[in-house]
């Protein structure tokens, strides 16, 4: 009888062993660092600017009057986390977004709208912030000398249907001496944080 239960204790011992290694599963593994730190550093290009209607102003003038701080972004530090861009000046959170990237094309969702704000180039090497800028102004009634005028600095590209006939049908409508719409997408260069 002892070497019944000897036989089946052998080949319990066989049967359960095996050569493959167990894969040991973490139940806590560590936390990544999900996020990514980039720093302003000084330089922007400006990547169109334009100036219609019936003035003689410069339109690099213009844009230094209207916007004397167009060099500065406001911000000078951004943090991409999982699904969040925070926007960052002398170490306060201005704003934060919830933001996509597709493509290495940064957009994020501003008043339910994807709003495209800038892409990374390389692996990380550098995070170009994209900020459009509009000023207009010009008469909506001749007759009754009725104006509107409006001023805006927002993230985002503006293309030229965003313009006309958005904000004005045509640049040809602006035919009065001190008529203009002034538009412009500046982007801004930003570095990882060392």
Known sequence: MNRFFYLIFLLLVFACSNDDELE????????????????????????NLELEGNSNIDKNDRLKDIWSFY????????????????????????????FEMNNNQLSIRN????????????ENERLLIYKKYLSYLFFLDNDNYTLTSGKSNNLGFYEEKDIYPKIVNSP???????????????SYNFVPKK
């Open 172 to 186: 040809k409508d602006l035919k009065e001496e001190e008529e203009f719409i002034l538009w412009s997408n500046i």
């Open 24 to 47: 040991i599963i973490d139940e806590d593994p560590p936390i990544q660092n999900t996020s990514e730190t980039f720093v302003y550093d000084l330089t922007y290009n400006i990547e």
């Open 71 to 98: 060099e500065n972004p406001l911000f000078n530090e951004i943090v991409l986390k999982k699904d969040s861009i925070l926007f960052y000046e002398n170490g306060e959170l201005e704003y934060s977004y919830r």
């Open 111 to 122: 008043n339910n709208q994807d709003v495209f704000t800038g892409k990374v180039i390389g």
